[in-house]
């Protein structure tokens, strides 16, 4: 703007800057609050995930403050000593002005007659531009661009642990070490054929506990039945393959022992993800919830890209179980009764306590060592109520099972926690999974052992994660509407500005599909932020059509500020685009977890820049002709002639009424009105409502014009 103030109007150098700064300081103030409003939205995102994240929002925005107190306290000083040169002709310039003069020729004989057909077929533009974002919904809807949560940076470490059953020696569980060493070692020269490259740099086991992240149980477990092996592989660059590929053909090749519990391998996880499969079963006892964890890893036997399932409820020590007899009952005896006998006559009791010097005493009361032997059920004799000693066996028949080392509840309701990975090497066949399990695996096993399920975990966290999300993206939408209304002193003009922000999706969704990424946690963070950036250009592109449309008319008003801003929205994306471009080629494997946010922002800015330039001036020719239509309208319902006046009351009255009964019956009641039913075929759903209001109201449009125009002309005649 001040180049082209000392160009064009002649100005000096100083008036140029700072007429400049004047005339775009609101514009440029509501950019930068808009897109700071847009990455603020990113605060409303809590949990685990909002901290991971909670560093971006405050870092943008002070910059984005600090370059706003440079764009018009530093900058236009900057620029009016660069101006002061612009009327001499420097060597080192020529290209420069080279380039000028083919963008001067591509903007006045390609670019203003491309406009005006723009303007024309503005319709036709619209209506092309909602078909080419209902195309990019349509790849995310079939899959074709897949869904991925939280894709966590690629690491280095492997680890494989194991518990054996009770009775097991610790002979059994270095046999089973020697097979996870014989396991690592096959697997890693299988590699090494295949690659080229034995990825397996160190592999270090042992038997007494577990490495990383140890079983659920195993801190009640005897050391000997516990074990484990660490694996450390090549780096992630090094390699052509993920840590869950090597999990994956390292979980095939291992033998189970016999005696083995559990068997467990577990690629190190970095970022606050939870489990990627944690299903918790509740509703039922600790032995049918144990049976459906069992049938829910055996479902998932068949799945390679699964690891590291693995249950919370670890078996015990066998339990004996005492249930009462007839006899038992005929004698008086209750089983809770006899419970705290057994374990007062097993524990002690405590007799008396006393205070000695500054803390306490206690007296308890315990049977010698030697009446607590193996024999102590037979040998027990209760009292009864008549006075009478009974042996314990004969009131109580004892059973063995295997018994639990915890039982874990959440508010008082038992509960299993089934957990475990899921390879995200290819996300479509990770979603199949996910798929499969909630819809088939899952019910068929709550099913079967009469207990209820409930997914948590990391599809816990991102259900959160999308609420809030969701919630801080209407609170940005809504302050971005109030800001762009307080500037423009317009309801409706926002919403002209605003349009071109679901179009972003185009880009963001068809970048994804050219690079071959899922979308992400990183793709919402990334839309966030692109909601305040890509209104940017569309706020000083429609203020300027504003400012010409001051002078003349709507249609030069477009095409003269189309063609004023296309030097300045290029340049501004181009920047960015540019500015992105190292972080989209690169190729470390520990970056890879952002790409989402950076081809969310290059494409999405990048489609945005078409969007400003095509659709921004089309929607504003169209708001001009429903302004010419409201207004004619209101020349209706006030015109003297008395005919006239009438029918387009009438025709607005009618109108108003059919949409009550169709698209506003379906809205408050979820159905169509039964009368209107029985005369059309009832739409299913609130599109279908909307369809036939819109059908219905070009029919009563056409009619009470034509009956508008009869009663006019007899009139006349």
């Not at 306590?353 to 193996?374: C, D, K």
Request: glycine share 10%; charged share 20%; with cysteine.
């Amino acid at each position: 703007r001040a180049d082209y103030r000392a160009r064009r109007l002649g100005e000096d150098p100083v008036t140029a800057s700072e007429m400049a700064a004047r005339r775009m300081a609101m514009p440029v103030f509501a950019a930068t609050l808009t897109t700071v409003v847009a990455f603020f939205g990113l605060v409303s995102i809590g949990g685990r995930f909002g901290e991971l994240i909670a560093d971006i929002p405050y870092t943008v925005i002070v910059v984005l403050l600090a370059s706003l107190v440079e764009c018009f306290l530093i900058l236009p000083n900057h620029l009016s000593h660069a101006l002061a040169h612009t009327g001499q002709e420097h060597w080192y310039d020529w290209p420069s002005r080279q380039v000028n003069k083919g963008f001067s020729k591509m903007r006045d004989h390609v670019f203003r007659p491309f406009m005006g057909l723009i303007v024309r077929l503005r319709y036709p533009v619209l209506a092309g531009a909602v078909v080419l974002l209902a195309s990019q919904a349509a790849l995310f809807i079939s899959g074709t661009v897949t869904w991925r949560f939280f894709n966590a940076p690629e690491q280095s470490s492997v680890t494989g642990n194991f518990a054996m059953l009770e009775g097991a020696t610790r002979a059994d569980s270095i046999a089973m070490m020697r097979e996870l060493q014989r396991a690592t070692k096959a697997v890693g020269e299988r590699f090494e054929a295949e690659h080229g490259v034995n990825p397996v740099t160190y592999a270090v086991a042992e038997i007494g506990g577990n490495s990383g992240r140890g079983l659920s149980g195993a801190d009640d477990k005897d050391g000997d039945l516990l074990g484990s092996i660490a694996v450390e592989l090549v780096d992630a660059d090094a390699r052509p393959y993920s840590s869950f590929e090597f999990v994956g053909a390292l979980q095939a090749e291992v033998q189970n022992h016999p005696m083995a519990e559990v068997v467990s391998f577990r690629s190190f996880r970095s970022g606050p993800g939870g489990d990627s499969l944690d299903v918790q079963f509740y509703g039922s006892n600790a032995t049918t919830l144990k049976a459906a964890s069992a049938a829910l890893k055996d479902a998932l036997i068949q799945f390679p890209e699964v690891s590291a399932v693995e249950d919370d409820l670890a078996y015990d020590k066998q339990e004996l179980v005492l249930e009462l007899t007839a006899q038992g009952q005929a004698l008086g005896f209750d089983i809770g009764g006899l419970g705290s006998v057994i374990r007062n006559r097993l524990n002690g009791i405590e007799a008396a306590s006393y205070p000695l010097g500054p803390r306490s005493a206690t007296i308890r009361v315990e049977l010698p060592e030697g009446e607590t032997t193996a024999d102590f059920l037979d040998r027990m004799m209760l009292p009864t109520a008549q006075g009478e000693f009974v042996p314990l066996a004969d009131i109580v028949s004892v059973s063995r099972r295997e018994g639990f080392s915890t039982v874990r509840r959440e508010n008082g309701i038992r509960l299993i926690s089934v957990t475990g990975d899921i390879s995200e090497d290819d996300p479509a066949r990770a979603a199949e999974i996910q798929t499969l399990l909630e819809t088939e695996i899952l019910p068929r096993i709550a099913s079967d052992n009469q207990v209820e399920f409930r997914m948590a975990g990391l599809s816990e966290q991102e259900d959160a994660f999308l609420t809030d999300a969701r919630t801080g993206l209407i609170l940005v939408l809504l302050a971005i509407y109030l800001i762009l209304a307080w500037v423009f002193s317009s309801w409706s003009r926002p919403l002209v500005v605003m349009s071109v922000i679901p179009f972003g999706l185009v880009g963001a969704i068809w970048g994804h599909y050219l690079w071959d990424v899922p979308l992400s946690m990183f793709t919402v963070v990334g839309l966030l932020g692109m909601t305040g950036i890509i209104i940017n250009d569309s706020i000083v592109l429609v203020t300027t059509i504003d400012e010409n449309a001051a002078e003349r008319g709507i249609v030069p008003s477009i095409i003269d500020g189309a063609a004023t801003r296309l030097r300045p929205v290029l340049l501004t994306t181009l920047t960015t685009v540019l500015g992105l471009a190292p972080l989209l080629y690169e190729t470390s494997a520990d970056a890879q977890f952002l790409k989402p946010t950076v081809i969310t922002l290059s494409y999405g800015l990048g489609f945005g820049m078409f969007l400003v330039l095509l659709v921004v001036p089309a929607l504003v020719a169209v708001q001009a002709d429903i302004g010419q239509l409201i207004r004619a309208a209101r020349r209706g319902v006030r015109a003297r002639h008395s005919g006239l006046r009438r029918g387009v009351v009438i025709t607005g009255a009618l109108i108003g009424a059919w949409g009550v009964v169709t698209a506003g019956w379906m809205a408050a009641t979820g159905a169509v009105l039964p009368q209107l039913a029985q005369m059309v075929t009832a739409p299913a759903s609130m599109a279908g409502a909307v369809g036939l209001f819109l059908m219905g109201a070009l029919v009563l449009c056409l009619a009470g014009y034509l009956v508008t125009l009869t009663a006019i002309t007899r009139r006349r005649a």
